[in-house]
């Protein structure tokens, strides 16, 4: 990768943790109806405390402090609420063994197209930057050939294996800002189907996975 295509990916991932961002101040105004009433600056799920803090959640895990746009407040490995500090909510629905797949896993890879609609590309951008922050390592690909992201290599369900598990990033066909995920898995390669708020969430979703913090159903 040279250099100028290097910083090209850093600047567009930094302008994705700017949109994730102004999406949750954009769902947390036209989102009133999804607002969750129990939403309070400190609670607990499977016994982890979360407190909010400005814009996010503060929760420590497994010995260790981490920062998160949603909290997840109901719900197990099939199905689970994630909420903002905002309240606005987000329904993730995934097989069970997913959660098990990502908590053992050594590493993950990301995938997209990068050919969706240009205002959630960002999104995806701020995804990959903060899982590689807080992972310290992600295998990094597009689903099909991109010179916007020419720095990238093809990569789908057939390179995904049981140590580096593919996950691949798709926007649903809907329209709205309701908030869902749906996560399935086909032999290593776990597809997520998601909103734009379902795609925000999914940096957090994956973190709670690898940490354990959803329990079994």
């Known amino acids: 990768m040279s250099r100028r295509s290097q910083r090209a990916e850093k600047k567009r991932q930094k302008w994705g943790q700017i949109a994730i961002g102004l999406l949750l101040v954009f ?8 607002i969750n009433p129990d939403t309070n600056n400190t609670f607990k799920f499977n016994d982890i405390k979360f407190d909010v803090q400005q814009d996010f959640f503060v929760a420590k ?32 629905n995934s097989e069970p063994a997913i959660s098990r797949y990502l908590a053992v ?13 240009p205002e959630i590309l960002p999104i995806i951008d701020g995804i990959r930057y903060e899982l590689m922050q807080e992972l310290g390592y992600i295998f990094e690909g597009v689903l099909t050939n991109s010179t916007a992201y020419a720095s990238l290599p093809v ?3 057939p390179e995904a294996t049981s140590e580096i598990p593919v996950i691949k990033l798709l926007l649903a066909n ?4 309701g908030g869902f995920a749906n996560l ?13 708020p379902g795609l925000a969430a999914t940096r957090d979703y994956i973190l709670f996975a690898r ?7």
Request: hydrophobic residues 35%; contains cysteine; glycine residues 10%.
């Open 27 to 34: 769902l947390m105004v036209v989102s009133i109806v999804s």
């Open 61 to 92: 895990i497994n010995g260790e402090q981490g920062t998160y746009r949603y909290a997840p407040y109901e719900g197990n490995t099939t199905r689970a609420l994630l909420q903002t500090p905002y309240g606005g909510v987000v329904e993730f």
């Open 105 to 117: 896993a050594p590493y993950i890879a990301i995938t997209f197209d990068p050919e969706m609609q």
């Open 155 to 157: 990569l789908d369900c």
């Open 174 to 177: 809907t329209t709205g800002y």
């Open 184 to 196: 399935t898995l086909e032999g290593s390669c776990i597809t997520v189907l998601a909103d734009a």
């Open 211 to 217: 940490q354990g913090v959803l329990p079994d159903e």
